[in-house]
């Protein structure tokens, strides 16, 4: 019996190495030379380590740009979806009016619409905005996303129905039930569902593509996108070193927040 | 007077929410039901109206036919790879091991972070037909790794790993949770009266899991499709001859390549009612919170 269970371990171990060990190998080969990397490509620990990588990539893009272009997307994207969606879900969650149950339906549908449907007329209509190659053009078409509001729905069905009514017999003013009340329980789940929110914008590839086509708007993505052929005749030492800076971000997020998150992503399965 | 503001707020509330579905979704759907009318180019003055065609091409254009193939190619791989094996993880996970169940989680969750295009660059380097350590390690045992962009198939099947790598994790921990929400008693129950495992798992913990299972085979579907969008416009744009594209990918190839929003957009309301199907099966067997708001 104790064997049993101690293969199962190595399977999933295995598991997880597949799963990380080609991260690594992204961080170790940034740090290699072109040389380097073709003769000693599965030494994980550079022989000649070098950030000449880093610094060449400076040379050919500009690096500060993307980042900021990116991280100045995400924030927006977060910071609205955020919003949006914790004023949707307290009004689903304090009131009653006709038609809930079809807004409702109509939020779960979004999950299903494809993409392809929208981008031709959102890419007019932010064309005709003047938002074309703009970080606010690429940002809009991502607010339109109910996921949110159904993870702060959830949560604030947890919280007692009599805790809002005896504040609404006090006559307190709804805004302050809302700031007072019901952002201080949800804080959690804010924390998680912006963490989330934050690093799947920073991470987004079809709006940027459709939207951004001069260079100095691009987001990271785009300009890694830049450093890959599949001809064979990419500088992998040079794309590893973009790929590492897009991921440190996300993992510094991830190891704060990680129970956070873990649970938010639970709890948005739970039906 | 306040009667009246308290049946405005909650619509006030929802506002922001309702102008942005309005203009990024609702309005856009419908007219990209309109531009699946006509023939258009995305800049010429007029559109020429061709009522059917857009669609009788959707189905019998050699093309078209060939990506709606390598759509269910892609449908059957994906569930495979994101839905199947992450659910028998999950059942070994919540009931075949004792320990390091949280460090599984954390651990196969991270690959979820990165963007797509790391994890298309990451496999092109590691199945690098060339000089990749695939290849390498292949040589040192004399044979050749075959150059997988050349195939469809081949094309195919690297691209939903890619997927797989990063939706895995995110697939794991719906399941697992799902797992962890049957309650003790029953499983205890089974343990007692000395019921195997994997019946158990068959006969019970399998049906009662049935909602979540549905939700996230279908969400491996419907994201799915659109995920393999990033490795595919990355890597192979499609090729060789469409042998990679999928109903997604010819969808945007259309508009923003070829410039065909007729087609494009007759090939995205396809897309679109296929996925309004999957959306009324959610509906039916998951979402039977929608009555508390009835």
Same mark, same amino acid.
């Given at each position: 019996?104790?064997?049993?269970?101690?293969?199962?371990?190595?399977?999933?171990?295995?598991?997880?190495?597949?799963?990380?060990?080609?991260?690594?190998?992204?961080?170790?080969?940034?740090?290699?030379?072109?040389?380097?990397?073709?003769?000693?490509?599965?030494?994980?620990?550079?022989?000649?380590?070098?950030?000449?990588?880093?610094?060449?990539?400076? +040379?050919?893009?500009?690096?500060?740009?993307?980042?900021?272009?990116?991280?100045?997307?995400?924030?927006?994207?977060?910071?609205?979806?955020?919003?949006?969606?914790?004023?949707?879900?307290?009004?689903?969650?304090?009131?009653?009016?006709?038609?809930?149950?079809?807004?409702?339906?109509?939020?779960?549908?979004?999950?299903?619409?494809?993409?392809?449907?929208?981008?031709?007329?959102?890419?007019?209509?932010?064309?005709?905005?003047?938002?074309?190659?703009?970080?606010?053009?690429?940002?809009?078409?991502?607010?339109?996303?109910?996921?949110?509001?159904?993870?702060?729905? +959830?949560?604030?069905?947890?919280?007692?129905?009599?805790?809002?009514?005896?504040?609404?017999?006090?006559?307190?003013?709804?805004?302050?039930?809302?700031?007072?009340?019901?952002?201080?329980?949800?804080?959690?789940?804010?924390?998680?569902?912006?963490?989330?929110?934050?690093?799947?914008?920073?991470?987004?590839?079809?709006?940027?593509?459709?939207?951004? +086509?001069?260079?100095?708007?691009?987001?990271?993505?785009?300009?890694?996108?830049?450093?890959?052929?599949?001809?064979?005749?990419?500088?992998?030492?040079?794309?590893?070193?973009?790929?590492?800076?897009?991921?440190?971000?996300?993992?510094?997020?991830?190891?704060?927040?990680?129970?956070?998150?873990?649970?938010?992503?639970?709890?948005?399965?739970? +039906? | #007077?306040?009667?009246?503001?308290?049946?405005?707020?909650?619509?006030?509330?929802?506002?922001?929410?309702?102008?942005?579905?309005?203009?990024?979704?609702?309005?856009?759907?419908?007219?990209?039901?309109?531009?699946?009318?006509?023939?258009?180019?995305?800049?010429?003055?007029?559109?020429?109206?061709?009522?059917?065609?857009?669609?009788?091409?959707?189905?019998?254009? =050699?093309? @078209?036919?060939?990506?709606?193939?390598?759509?269910?190619?892609? !449908?059957?791989? %994906?569930?495979? %790879?994101? &839905?199947?094996?992450?659910?028998?993880?999950?059942?070994?996970?919540?009931? &075949?091991?004792?320990? #390091?169940?949280?460090?599984?989680?954390?651990?196969?969750?991270?690959?979820?972070?990165?963007?797509?295009?790391?994890?298309?660059?990451?496999?092109?380097?590691?199945?690098?037909?060339?000089?990749?350590?695939?290849?390498?390690?292949?040589?040192? %045992?004399?044979?050749? #790794?075959? @150059?997988?962009?050349?195939?469809?198939?081949?094309?195919?099947?690297?691209?939903?790993?890619?997927?797989?790598?990063?939706?895995?994790?995110?697939?794991?921990?719906?399941?697992?949770?799902?797992?962890?929400?049957?309650?003790? @008693?029953?499983?205890?129950?089974?343990?007692?009266?000395?019921?195997?495992?994997?019946?158990?798992?068959? @006969?019970?913990?399998? =049906? #009662?899991?049935?909602?979540?299972?549905?939700?996230?085979?279908?969400?491996?579907?419907?994201?799915?499709?659109?995920?393999?969008?990033? =490795?595919?416009?990355?890597?192979?744009?499609?090729?060789?001859?469409?042998?990679?594209?999928?109903?997604?990918?010819?969808?945007?190839?259309?508009?923003?390549?070829?410039?065909?929003?007729?087609?494009?957009?007759?090939?995205? !309301?396809?897309?679109?009612?296929? &996925?309004?199907?999957?959306?009324? !099966?959610? !509906?039916?067997?998951?979402?039977?919170?929608?009555?508390?708001?009835?």
């Amino acid at each position: 019996m104790l064997k049993k269970i101690n293969l199962w371990h190595v399977l999933l171990i295995m598991l997880v190495l597949g799963a990380v060990v080609p991260i690594l190998f992204m961080i170790s080969n940034s740090f290699k030379t072109l040389r380097d990397s073709y003769t000693t490509m599965l030494n994980l620990i550079p022989i000649h380590p070098t950030v000449n990588n880093y610094l060449l990539l400076n +040379k050919q893009i500009n690096l500060l740009g993307l980042t900021w272009n990116t991280f100045f997307m995400a924030t927006i994207v977060t910071i609205g979806k955020l919003l949006t969606g914790l004023l949707t879900a307290y009004a689903f969650r304090s009131y009653q009016f006709k038609g809930k149950i079809i807004i409702y339906l109509l939020f779960v549908a979004t999950i299903f619409v494809p993409f392809t449907i929208v981008m031709i007329p959102n890419y007019l209509v932010i064309s005709k905005l003047g938002l074309l190659n703009n970080i606010l053009g690429v940002a809009l078409p991502q607010l339109c996303d109910a996921t949110g509001i159904m993870i702060f729905l +959830k949560t604030m069905e947890k919280i007692p129905n009599t805790l809002i009514d005896a504040a609404k017999i006090d006559d307190i003013p709804n805004r302050k039930i809302f700031f007072n009340i019901v952002i201080p329980i949800l804080k959690p789940s804010i924390v998680s569902v912006g963490a989330i929110f934050f690093i799947n914008s920073w991470n987004e590839y079809v709006w940027p593509t459709l939207i951004l +086509k001069d260079k100095a708007s691009f987001t990271l993505p785009l300009a890694l996108q830049n450093y890959i052929s599949s001809e064979g005749g990419t500088n992998f030492p040079l794309a590893m070193a973009l790929s590492t800076i897009m991921v440190i971000l996300p993992l510094i997020i991830y190891l704060i927040f990680q129970k956070y998150i873990l649970n938010s992503i639970s709890n948005s399965g739970l +039906k | #007077m306040l009667n009246k503001n308290k049946k405005i707020l909650p619509f006030l509330y929802l506002l922001p929410t309702a102008i942005l579905l309005l203009v990024f979704m609702i309005v856009p759907i419908l007219y990209t039901f309109y531009l699946s009318f006509f023939d258009w180019n995305l800049i010429a003055p007029t559109k020429e109206f061709v009522g059917l065609k857009n669609y009788v091409e959707v189905f019998t254009d =050699p093309i @078209n036919q060939k990506v709606i193939l390598n759509t269910l190619i892609y !449908i059957l791989f %994906l569930i495979v %790879l994101n &839905f199947v094996i992450p659910y028998f993880i999950s059942l070994i996970v919540k009931f &075949f091991i004792k320990k #390091m169940q949280g460090a599984y989680k954390v651990l196969f969750f991270i690959p979820s972070l990165f963007s797509l295009v790391v994890g298309a660059m990451l496999f092109t380097w590691i199945l690098n037909p060339v000089s990749g350590p695939i290849a390498y390690l292949m040589k040192s %045992l004399g044979m050749t #790794m075959p @150059n997988w962009s050349n195939s469809g198939i081949l094309a195919i099947t690297v691209i939903c790993f890619i997927t797989n790598w990063k939706v895995f994790g995110y697939n794991f921990i719906l399941l697992l949770t799902g797992l962890g929400s049957i309650p003790a @008693n029953i499983i205890d129950a089974a343990k007692i009266d000395g019921i195997p495992k994997w019946k158990l798992i068959w @006969n019970v913990i399998l =049906p #009662m899991n049935r909602g979540i299972a549905i939700y996230v085979l279908i969400l491996t579907i419907v994201q799915g499709l659109q995920y393999v969008f990033t =490795p595919i416009n990355v890597i192979t744009t499609g090729g060789p001859y469409y042998g990679s594209s999928n109903i997604i990918y010819q969808t945007y190839l259309n508009a923003f390549v070829l410039y065909k929003t007729g087609t494009s957009s007759a090939l995205a !309301i396809v897309t679109f009612i296929v &996925f309004l199907v999957l959306l009324f !099966i959610e !509906i039916r067997f998951v979402e039977g919170k929608a009555k508390n708001y009835a």
